[in-house]
């Protein structure tokens, strides 16, 4: 029963990609604009320093690290898939679309996810001091 | 022979639909309209569904398979690889009575775009000549093929959302008839895509084209329609250039 369940989500996955890829450039898109809204929040505590000092503290915390490292998978992603549509968009590659979300989006973006994330993991959490 | 458990959505006149599981033997070759055959004949006489050609060229059998729309004639249950097997109506459309659905909003969309050819000369008697490798030529070779069965409307995320939206199939017909150098209406129906619920409202998930049973790249064919709305020169010359090599 597993492997019926996940021959379907791995056929799915393949024959729909254009779908997975949509719903991963809106929620990306979602959560980059709440980051977005929590980065410029920050920046407009510049006005009085003591509190940028105290905000810039919190966001030194573990948690927030991880948070980082998941906002930089949401980045890849969506900047990657950006890519995607663009040439979409431009005719390029129409009959290629499932082949440039997987390899291209996915498999190069994890590439360059553990290239960023594995130094802020071990430099940002595993040695994180105070 | 192996045995399918078969679970079909039933639905009559009540608006709450449910769920009904048959056990059928089938043959290894069979499909799944020969497995609703068999239901209809040896267990539940009421089931209702649509079919015509059983060849895959009327588009009348297009329902939901395994979560996916495709041809029952054309849909053969061992290339399923699952021992239980979910059919239902076509997403999207009103269902009349299990998994017939009303084609309406469909045809509506269909009927939007003047899917006929509307030649310039209408009394000419002469067969018009269209060149394999003119751009026409090459569309149409790969484009002809839509039977109208729904299943790409049915597919698209935006149609469900938008009853407006005139979906794959209407704009692959439209883009056809764009193309065809014999026609003549090609402003109004430029007008008719170049609309929000034209194909501005795709937004390039390519359901269409993983659902169609003929394997038609609609999604092309609607990028192809955006470029000749924001390029109209160009399109309009391409045109004359088929029209005249």
Known sequence: MTSAISLTIRKYGWRYAG?????????????????????????????????????????SKPLFKMGEIGLLATVILHALNGIRLTMVDLGVGLTKQRQMFWYFAIGVGAVLFL???????????????? | MASFTFRIARRDTSAVGREQSFQVELEDRMTVLDALFLIQREQDPTLSF???????????????????????????????????????????LPVLKDLVVD????????????????????????????PPNSAFGKQAAVKRDCITCGACYSACGMTGANEGYLGPAAINRAMLRLMDPRDDLVDERLKVLNNVDGVWRCHTQFNCVAACPK????????????????????????RNFVDNP
């Open chain 1, 19 to 59: 779908n997975v890829a949509f719903w991963v450039q809106r929620l990306t898109g979602l959560a980059l604009v709440g980051y977005l809204i929590l980065h410029i929040h920050t920046i407009r505590d510049l006005q009085n320093p003591k509190t940028f000092d105290e905000a810039l503290h919190t966001f």
């Open chain 2, 103 to 130: 084609m309406e909003p469909f045809f509506r969309q269909w009927k939007k775009v003047s899917p006929t050819l509307h030649p310039r000369d209408k009394s000419s008697k002469t067969l018009a000549v269209v």
């Open chain 2, 215 to 238: 394997s038609i790249n609609l999604t092309d064919s609607i990028m192809k329609m955006k470029r000749a709305l924001l390029f109209p020169k160009k399109f309009h010359d391409k």
């Open chain 2, 50 to 92: 649509r079919c015509s050609c059983r060849v895959g060229m009327c588009g009348s059998c297009a329902m939901r398979v395994n979560w996916q729309p495709r041809l029952a004639c054309q849909t053969r249950v061992a290339t399923l690889e699952a021992d239980t097997i979910t059919v239902e109506p076509l997403a999207t």
């Open chain 1, 115 to 130: 290239a960023g994330a594995i130094p802020m993991f071990i430099y940002g959490i595993l040695n994180h001091h105070g």
